[in-house]
């Protein structure tokens, strides 16, 4: 019998059984993670929010555990097959891999052909054979012969159907023997390779699976991005996958080793006794035949798990560096959504984001109309004191770019900025019910320079309204399990919205979703009851929104700011279920709430034990102090831009030893991605990020990440950037093809002399990264 579930959650983690108790219960009673990592560390010892989304994900597997535990002891009870020791295998079981292989020989099924040789009479032949190998197979199946065809399911015709059906019986008792299972299933994760080639004829087709032609690895070593490429071209029909062990691909092939474990564990040898030849015989079949099959299915399944599990914790972590990239703060912005043929849209918005003028202009073709477009953008600039630019980083967005830097060279009296922006999931967002809600006057494309534009504002605010599978900072995203992805991406989401906390009076219905308590009708009633009677004043009115009871209120307060309100708490951090110890400070150093707030002096003299009691733990008290000194204080970091260099718009314009800077668009396992301004992110590999051994590219890097970079190497065919964080490494010569290309080239209107340098922020990758072994040609020296 498994101890409780709590106590299994305890030993996992490393925490007391006492710490597990206490969330679960506020788990059950609907608590929110970011709220009990906030505010109940008394509760919880203090548990961060990864404990608690581990704790959360692992309670919720085991519960599963157990119901599935209860259903499979009720189904063979029912079958009147349930005994003690039966009983106590199901009940010890701890995954459910363990719970479906006891289950396995009583599982409702289809007819087989084992269980036709049982109606046949057949099951007592296969007993004999198995228990005395001295018997001779062919004169004991003799006695199980029988002609008659009536009742047809006992016809045996002769001694070969005999022996075939005993065989049948066997095999399938061998294949569902749980203990060899689980044998069988520990020496292949340990020895099995996965072998990959390609499908006859499709060479030219699969190309892009190259890499994968030829190729083998060892299942249990093998990382996420390398499994889900091979996965990703077996389901596009280009690959052929198998599982095998090294005997198998010996030259010339030999039997695996599996087939001697499995004759091992039922005492299977061959002493030349009469039936010996026969038993491993059958042993060898059970093998090929059954647990090879089941087996390959269920480690490919494995394996398509653990790499959709380490690509789900890769795109989250990613998210969780985006969403939480510096902001340019409540400034006038003017937001460019480039385009060729169809014109730049213009969009330009307030310190608080709101819309206040919009325009179209073509400076491009076929209007060429550049100047025209200098003065509209002067204009708008002028005419509502704008301070930057954003610049989508799509089609045309370095041609733009020298537009803006035109303007600003022109009319250095505007002071202004630009900066590119990432425009991934905008196109979504444009088209989506959310934007016609929100600006229903306003056409599609111009919402897409909003959108760019408030991005830069507050990357924050405004990506919450998209799918956060449409940001795109994951590998093989569209490959993994999508309901799991969406949950793992919401918690992310839903953590870095309460780090930060939002504006009550300002929010947008997205973004308060995503608040502790809430969900959209609540958002929506929020933001209903502000528009009909003017910014809130205080938390506390926050209970007079429909349906807004005091549980919501509790899991939502301390998330929810009142700036400028009746009590300056309210635009903390501080729940307002901790007001009473703030005037018990007050009361004690003698001064009022406006004199104590941001008085470093006379807070960190205070003795944080001294306001503890049996409900507000030193924890609590400990932050409320914090958050006194520096009230409402952001967590993400000061916004800070990155500078392309001049003359460096197109891959053709690169050339290996070039030292540039960047911004990280996406963290992958085998490196990271940067974008350098020539609309192909480049690659540094994990083995050129830092001098030292690099394990995980997260610790040295995370998307937004201002970096300067080397150029290594440029394969212009495959659209490929080798780079380089370690400055002191030796690029490769360039090319003859690539050189030819490079002087073939046109420079782009407008030059690219006196250009000032280009900016980026808030940046996400223009397409989902390759695998690493698809990068293994182009980036062989830095490997080495």
Not at 307 to 312: D, N, P, T
Not at 317 to 325: E, I, K, V
Not at 709 to 714: A, D, G, R
């Amino acid at each position: 019998m498994l101890p409780p579930i709590e106590h299994r959650i305890a030993e996992e983690l490393g925490v007391r059984p006492q710490q597990v108790f206490a969330t679960v219960q506020l788990l059950d009673e609907g608590a929110s993670v970011p709220f009990i990592a906030r505010y109940r560390k008394e509760v919880t010892g203090e548990l961060d929010d990864t404990q608690l989304r581990n704790l959360e994900e692992r309670l919720t597997y085991l519960r599963e555990l157990e119901e599935r535990r209860a259903a499979v002891l009720a189904s063979i009870d029912e079958q009147g097959k349930l005994t003690p020791e039966l009983r106590a295998e199901i009940e010890g079981a701890d995954t459910k891999q363990r719970l479906e292989d006891l289950y396995l020989p009583y599982k409702p099924r289809r007819r087989t052909k084992a269980q036709m040789a049982r109606e046949a009479g057949l099951e007592p032949l296969a007993d004999a054979l198995f228990d005395d190998p001295t018997l001779s197979p062919e004169a004991e199946a003799a006695k199980y012969v029988n002609t008659a065809t009536e009742p047809p399911e006992q016809h045996v015709p002769d001694v070969k159907a005999a022996l075939d059906g005993a065989r049948q019986i066997l095999m399938e008792r061998f294949s569902e023997d749980a203990a060899l299972l689980e044998k069988l299933r520990a020496y292949l994760n340990e020895h099995a390779l996965i072998v990959s080639a390609v499908v006859e004829g499709k060479e030219t087709e699969g190309a892009k699976f190259r890499d994968w032609f030829d190729y083998r690895e060892a299942i249990g070593a093998i990382p996420s991005h390398r499994a889900l490429a091979l996965l990703r071209g077996r389901n596009e029909g280009m690959l052929r996958l198998a599982i095998k062990t090294a005997p198998e691909l010996e030259d010339p092939p030999r039997a695996s080793s599996c087939e001697g474990m499995v004759a091992t564990h039922f005492g299977i040898r061959d002493q030349g006794r009469a039936a010996d030849r026969w038993l491993v015989e059958t042993a060898r079949w059970a093998w090929m035949v059954k647990l090879s099959l089941h087996l390959e299915l269920e480690l490919m399944n494995a394996l398509r798990e653990r790499a959709e599990e380490e690509a789900i914790r890769v795109f989250a972590r990613n998210l969780h560096d985006l969403l939480l990239a510096a902001p340019a703060g409540p400034r006038v912005t003017i937001g460019l959504d480039p385009g060729i043929r169809t014109g730049v849209k213009v969009a330009v918005i307030d310190a608080t984001g709101k819309v206040v003028d919009t325009a179209a202009i073509f400076p491009h073709e076929p209007r060429r109309d550049w100047e025209g477009a200098l003065a509209t953008l002067r204009h708008l600039a002028s005419k509502h004191g704008a301070e930057l630019i954003a610049i989508g980083n799509g089609t045309a967005s370095r041609e733009t770019d020298k537009l803006a830097a035109e303007l600003m060279k022109r009319h250095p009296e505007l002071k202004l900025t630009r900066i590119v922006v990432s425009e991934a999931g905008a196109s979504i967002y444009s088209a989506s019910e959310l934007a016609a809600r929100e600006f229903p006057d306003l056409d599609v494309t111009l919402r897409g320079a909003v959108s760019i534009a408030r991005r830069l504002q507050d990357p924050l605010a405004e990506l919450v309204k998209i799918d956060p599978k449409s940001i795109g900072v994951g590998q093989y995203q569209h490959d993994v399990n999508q309901s799991r992805l969406a949950r793992m991406l919401d918690a992310v989401v839903e953590d870095c919205v309460n780090s930060v906390g939002v504006d009550a009076n300002t929010a947008s219905v997205p973004l308060l979703t995503r608040i502790s308590g809430l969900n959209s009708t609540l958002a929506a009633n929020i933001v209903a009851f502000r528009d009909q009677h003017g910014a809130f004043k205080s938390r506390a009115q926050l209970k007079e929104v429909p349906r807004l009871g005091d549980k919501t209120f509790e899991q939502a307060a301390g998330f929810l700011r009142i700036a400028g309100g009746d009590n300056p708490l309210d635009a903390s951090a501080v729940h307002p279920e901790s007001y009473p110890v703030v005037e018990r400070i007050l009361k004690d150093v003698g001064k009022g709430m406006r004199e104590v707030v941001g008085d470093s002096r006379t807070l960190r003299a205070l003795d944080p034990k001294k306001y503890a009691d049996a409900r507000f733990g030193l924890p609590t008290v400990q932050d409320i102090l914090k958050e006194l000194e520096k009230p409402g204080r952001d967590p993400r970091p000061e916004f800070k831009a990155a500078s392309f260099k001049d003359g460096v718009e197109e891959l053709k314009d690169l050339e290996p030893g070039m030292r540039l800077e960047g911004v990280v668009t996406n963290v992958t396992n085998f490196g990271a991605f940067v974008d350098i301004g020539v609309h192909q992110d480049g690659l540094v590999h994990v083995s050129a990020l830092a001098d030292k051994f690099v394990k995980d590219p997260h610790t040295v890097v995370k998307a937004g990440d201002v970096v300067k970079v080397k150029v290594l190497e440029v394969d212009i065919a495959r659209k490929r950037i080798a780079l380089t964080m370690r400055l002191a490494d030796e690029a490769a010569p360039r090319k003859p093809h690539d050189a030819q290309e490079r002087t073939s080239g046109k420079v782009g209107a407008g030059g690219t002399a006196n250009r000032k340098p280009q900016h980026h922020a808030s940046p996400a990758p223009r397409r989902e990264p390759e695998a690493a072994g698809a990068m293994a040609a182009a980036f062989a020296r830095l490997k080495h």
